[in-house]
């Protein structure tokens, strides 16, 4: 069996992270800035869900490989989770899916329109994330044996992505048909599978499994750092700089006591996720315009909306709260 570490308290710290840093970019903190900060800080911003769908991919292929057995029921487990999570935010959302999407106006032809927006675009605000992770993730399970080829059709994605606008008819085609019957490619599991194939990569090839030694972290804050700054000047090296910021953090380590705190956090982050649109759009009705009092009013309110569900998941009688994040 091969050896895994159990818990990366880095790891959690990330998460939170990049929920507040989803929380600017959707705020419109960037376009407060000038240039070129502007488009720096916003390709800083546009890190925050690949990290996400990174994070996601490499923490479940490094529990089954370390697992020793090739047992499909993983994968099977992991995608039940997710979709009771789904089901149960979009259940919570229905007025905001009703008034983005009107289903209702259409009938029973609405309820396959939901489906099809459940699994391939988004129903509410910022939700096509679990949609590309749910649809993306058996894909890349089920070519688990052959990771040339994940990483390969990851690598392909990437570049499709990054360079769409200077591609052929032909290269671009199939994804054009997919915007125009099942919703955007960039916020689709095609999308997704490039981060999911990076993070089963990780996995597999064990990057991040090196001995500590006592420079180390700080060698891996000049990574970071260079990282950051090539990815955030440079967009289409956005890749550079998802793995600067995991590979970083994978180095950090925390107390007993501090460990407890981030993973408190790092639960709060998805509900964070889950409810920051709704409430910067509230925000916006109220004509509250400027984005860094908007991105500092939905933080505060998110973090302390997911604070109170996370704790009173703990509570005697209110355990079901766990399945909100």
Known sequence: MVQTRK??????????????????????????????????????????????????????????FASGEDNPKALWRYERRLLILYLIWSVIMIPITLFLHHYEARGLLGLLYWVKDFFFDYTFYASWFFGALIVGMPIVFSLRNHPWIIIALSLVLYVVFTFYALLPQWAVSPFE???????TPSRSFMFG???????YAMATLRVLYIEKIGSYEKMGGVILALGLIISCILKPLQIIGVLSLIGFFYTIEGSKTNNKIWAFFRKCSIII??????????????HIENAFVVFLLTGAISLMIASIIVALSEKRGLKFLKYLY
């Open 7 to 64: 818990y990366i308290v880095g790891f959690d710290i990330l998460k939170i992270l990049m929920a507040f840093v989803i929380i600017s970019l959707h705020s419109g903190v960037s376009k407060e800035m000038v240039q070129p900060f502007a488009a720096w800080c916003l390709n800083f911003q546009n890190l925050a869900v690949p990290v996400f769908f990174v994070l996601s991919s490499y923490l479940f292929f490094d529990k089954f």
């Open 273 to 286: 996720y889950c409810v920051h649109y709704v409430l910067i759009h509230l925000f916006w009705q109220l």
């Open 177 to 183: 048909l997919y915007h125009q019957h099942l919703g």
């Open 193 to 199: 599978i490039i981060w999911i194939g990076l993070g």
